[in-house]
Nanobody, 124 residues
Framework: QEKLVESGGGLVQPGGSLKLSCATS????????MGWFRRAPGKASELVAA????????YYIDAVKGRFTITRDNDLNTLYLEMNDLRPEDTALYSC?????????????????WGQGTQVTVTS
C-alpha cells in the first residue's frame, strides 16, 4: 500500500522559514518523480515544485522561485520542501504526490498517490 505522510507545517510570520517532509512507503521511491502541491482556501490546487526521480531536474512555479527548494533523499524514501522568506500568500495545505514515472509532469492528473497534507499558515 502506497503511503505518503507530510509533516513540518505550522504557523510562521512573514519572512520566516519552514521545511516540509514527506515520508513515503509502499513503493520504490527512487524510480518516481515527486511533487509538492498546495491548495489555498477558495483556490484550486497548484503544483508548487517537482523533482525527477534522480533529482537531476526540478521545477518551481514562478511565485516560489528563489524561495523554495525541493529535494529528496532516496535512501530515506523522503521528499522535502524547504521554504524561505514565506509570505501570507503561501498560506495553504501542502501535499506531496507521486508521479507516474521518473520524469515529473506539470499535470495534476499525472500524480497517482497523494498524502493528506500539512498546513502552512503565514501571518503576522
Amino acid at each position: 500500500q502506497e503511503k505518503l505522510v507530510e509533516s513540518g507545517g505550522g504557523l510562521v510570520q512573514p519572512g520566516g522559514s519552514l521545511k516540509l517532509s514527506c515520508a513515503t512507503s509502499g513503493f520504490n521511491f527512487d524510480i518516481y518523480a515527486m511533487g509538492w502541491f498546495r491548495r489555498a482556501p477558495g483556490k484550486a490546487s497548484e503544483l508548487v515544485a517537482a523533482i525527477s526521480s534522480n533529482a537531476d531536474n526540478s521545477y518551481y512555479i514562478d511565485a516560489v522561485k528563489g524561495r523554495f527548494t525541493i529535494t529528496r533523499d532516496n535512501d530515506l524514501n523522503t521528499l522535502y520542501l524547504e521554504m524561505n522568506d514565506l509570505r501570507p500568500e503561501d498560506t495553504a495545505l501542502y501535499s506531496c504526490a507521486k508521479s507516474q514515472g521518473p520524469l515529473f509532469s506539470l499535470a495534476p492528473h499525472s500524480y497517482g498517490a497523494w498524502g493528506q497534507g500539512t498546513q502552512v499558515t503565514v501571518t503576522s
